[in-house]
């Protein structure tokens, strides 16, 4: 199985999540490999200071989005 992560609204243009691409890739998809990934996908991020806590937001949302969570 393949896997294309991307992220929106974190830079100027979208940026690919490859790190989390590679936890997941060929794997199930189950809480634990879509809590690594999520770590894998805010992995460097370098937030502005008062952006912090979009870092802990955007993993949120890759989890959910792995899980299928609304």
């Given at each position: ?33 879509a809590?690594?990934?999520?770590e ?25 989005a ?5």
């Open positions: 199985m393949d896997a294309r992560i991307a992220l929106g609204a974190v830079a100027p243009a979208p940026v690919r999540a490859k790190k989390a691409e590679e936890v997941i890739k060929g794997r199930p998809i189950d809480e634990n490999a809590a690594k990934a999520a894998q996908a805010v992995a460097g991020a370098m937030p502005l200071m008062m952006n912090e806590y979009k870092v802990e937001i955007a993993k949120a949302l890759v989890k959910r792995l899980l299928g969570e609304h």
